[in-house]
């Protein structure tokens, strides 16, 4: 690989950066021999629940286990409609359909969160529940949500996988709902080094019961209430995490700071949506929208810059959504979306002259195809 190259995600040097720490938190929890739960998970636990100003957190498995284990805590029932977008990661509609409850599609905004005046008009008797899905690290219209989830008495979870520390009106993603669920994947800005995931609340209720169910249902070592999962965080990823939420912050800073470098560099010809007065946007990923996105893309690749997209194939479209019944038209703005977003570099090892370079070759671009 040149070393100009820019890649799209660069964990290696994470590691590089940490790896000194990391390795002698690693080896004293290795000798402990304590490697499922315990108190180093109690710990990041309570860290986590500081830092959100949220009263309780349980560390679970992944993004997507919390996503369940929260629909199952609500007491959501066979048949019930769970109102989303169907441009999301395909775990926020998977897990809907795996408890046997009905996903009802609500289209989105431009700037590719769940459009709240849609919502009304899709509640039926069975809507039970709204799952807005934070993309990008951009936070949903969370006013407007949480009123109409008020007036017809729906359970709200929020799907933060995408926005650790995202906050609005001075309030953080995933504290807002009934239940916040959160992704620690290695690619989220809070990352494990494998899989994980925790859920957030302020109801008692619904902590014991997610306890219990990420542990087999156990109440006590005998006694099994109910049937639940295996979907504990390891101890050693709760020793990671709990270094990282203390240097988390920095990185967002860093990412926000080349957010606000690529609104300065680049071309208008390029949709960027903008960061909402009172919205606080800690940049998972950084979309941009164009008509000549896949042209875009292969000239990017061409001079070493690599990006993504974050989603292709919206989730109604998926072959795995087909019996769900919607066809091509259902959702434009997330279908036009899908033809149109790309994902750029943005993470925090990225130096402005990265970003001023990346921003030259696609303004570049436009003046030479437009
Ligand atoms: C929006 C969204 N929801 C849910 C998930 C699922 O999280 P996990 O991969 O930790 O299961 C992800 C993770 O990629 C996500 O981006």
């Not at 700037?111 to 949903?140: F, S, W, Y």
């Not at 690619?187 to 494990?192: A, G, I, Q, V």
């Not at 957010?259 to 950084?286: C, G, Q, V």
């Not at 130096?351 to 370079?357: G, L, N, R, T, V």
């Amino acid at each position: 690989m040149k070393d100009s190259f820019i890649s799209y995600v660069n964990l290696s040097k994470q590691w590089k950066e940490e790896r000194k720490d990391l390795l002698k938190l690693l080896d004293q929890t290795l000798a402990e021999g304590h490697y499922v739960g315990g108190d180093k998970v109690v710990n990041l636990e309570k860290n986590i629940a500081k830092y959100l100003n949220v009263k309780y957190v349980i560390s679970l498995n992944s993004g997507t286990d919390a996503l369940t284990l929260a629909l199952h805590c609500l007491g959501l029932k066979k048949n019930d409609e769970v109102i989303t977008p169907p441009n999301s990661f395909i775990a926020s509609t998977a897990v809907i359909a795996h408890l046997g409850l009905k996903p009802k599609f609500v289209d989105v905004l431009d700037d590719q969160n769940i459009d709240p005046n849609q919502i009304e008009k899709n509640i039926t008797k069975k809507t039970k529940a709204i799952m807005p899905v934070h993309l990008t690290g951009r936070i949903c219209r969370m006013k407007e949500i949480l009123k109409i989830a008020k007036k017809y008495n729906l359970k709200v979870i929020e799907d933060s996988a995408q926005a650790f520390g995202s906050k609005l009106f001075n309030r953080y993603a995933g504290t807002f709902g009934h239940v916040g669920c959160f992704s620690t994947h290695p690619l989220k800005n809070f990352n494990s080094v494998g899989d994980g995931g925790f859920m957030v609340t302020n109801k008692k209720s619904i902590y014991d019961r997610a306890r219990k169910l990420r542990n087999h249902g156990t109440k006590d070592r005998n006694v099994i209430d109910e049937f639940g999962y295996v979907s504990r965080l390891d101890t050693i990823q709760a020793v990671v995490l709990d270094y990282r939420l203390k240097r988390v912050n920095g990185l967002i800073k860093k990412r926000r700071k080349n957010a606000s470098l690529y609104r300065k560099y680049l071309t208008k010809k390029i949709f960027i949506p903008h960061e909402r007065k009172d919205e606080f946007n800690t940049y998972h990923t950084f979309v941009v929208q164009t008509s000549k996105r896949d042209q875009l893309k292969k000239y990017l690749i061409k001079k070493g810059i690599e990006t993504a997209i974050h989603y292709p194939i919206p989730i109604h479209l998926q072959p795995s959504a087909k019996k769900i019944g919607h066809k091509v038209g259902d959702f434009i703005k997330t279908e036009e979306q899908s033809k149109r977003i790309l994902t750029l570099p943005i993470h925090q090892y990225l130096k402005e002259s990265d970003i001023f370079k990346i921003s030259q070759i696609i303004n570049n671009f436009f003046e030479k195809y437009e």
